[in-house]
Each structure stands twice: as C-alpha cells, then as structure tokens.
C-alpha cells in the first residue's frame, strides 16, 4: 500500500511540473457525460481511440490537414485535456502511468496512458469532438481519420 501511496505522489508532482511548463492558458474541463462514455466507434471519436501525433505542432499540423466530408478544411478549437487515454485499474496500470508520464512509450500489449486532448470541430453545421494523443513521437505521420473525414495531401517542396 505506501508503494502505491509513493507512486502516486510522485505521479502527481510529475504532472503538476507538466501542467506548470504548459502555461497560464491552459484549459481543463471534463468531457460531457455522453462524450466520456462514448464507444470506440471510429478513430478519434472516443479517448481509448484517440489519433496519434507528434507534440503540439503534430496536433496543428494534423487538424490543418483535416478535411470535412464535403472537401472544406475543418474548423477547430481545443476543448481541453480529458485526462488518461486508457484509465489505471491495477498496480501494474499505476507502474505503466508512471513509465508513460516520463516519456516512456507503450510496450507490446500494455495500455496506453497518456493525456489526449479533445478539439471540436465544425464542418458547416455538423459538430463533432475528436480525440488526439500528442506523446507518440517519432512516428511516423498518421493517416488515419474520423469517419467520413479525409486528410489533404502535404504540398512537397
């Protein structure tokens, strides 16, 4: 039991030094009770199925790319950090938590647990909150997308 106590305190430094480098201006709020309990349905449209990019830019640059069903670049505002992609049920979840705040990276078969962000999005009248996992660096640049969404080309130099 103190091991967990320890764990855990030290998890909870770790992510306060987290949330104190990214600043004043960020936003945490909880996902509404029908977003938090959504299914894994599509990429990007749950937590657990959150897309996987490269630090902040990687989140810019994917969401830049995204293209609504008609064709048109999304519209997309940040609706905040909704906390652990995947939620710690056991010890060995709360070890995995620790190994993945530091910057270590999902073993074959374990959980993922990094933060994922929420971004709504807006294609004319339709809304729709996607999911993105910012900790997968370097990968290579995903294709996938919600359904019905495509991404645009990259322009080559």
Not at 61 to 73: H, K, M
Not at 130 to 152: A, I, K, N, R, W
């Amino acid at each position: 039991m103190r091991r967990r106590h320890v764990m855990l305190l030290t998890f909870s430094i770790a992510l306060s030094i987290a949330f104190a480098r990214l600043g004043p201006d960020l936003e945490l709020r909880a996902a509404p009770p029908e977003q938090a309990q959504s299914s894994d349905s599509g990429h990007g449209l749950s937590k657990e199925s959150a897309i996987e990019v490269c630090r902040p830019n990687g989140e810019q640059a994917y969401l830049d790319r995204l293209r609504c069903p008609n064709g048109n670049a999304v519209r997309y505002k940040r609706a905040g950090s909704f906390g652990f992609r995947n939620e710690p049920k056991s010890p060995d979840d709360d070890q995995a938590v620790m190994e993945q705040m530091m910057g270590g990276a999902p073993t074959a078969g374990q959980k993922d647990f990094h933060t994922v962000d929420g971004f709504d999005l807006r294609c004319k009248r339709q809304k729709l909150r996607v999911y993105l996992d910012m900790y997968h660096c370097p990968e290579p640049e995903t294709q996938v997308t919600p359904p019905g969404f495509t991404l645009q080309e990259k322009a080559t130099p």
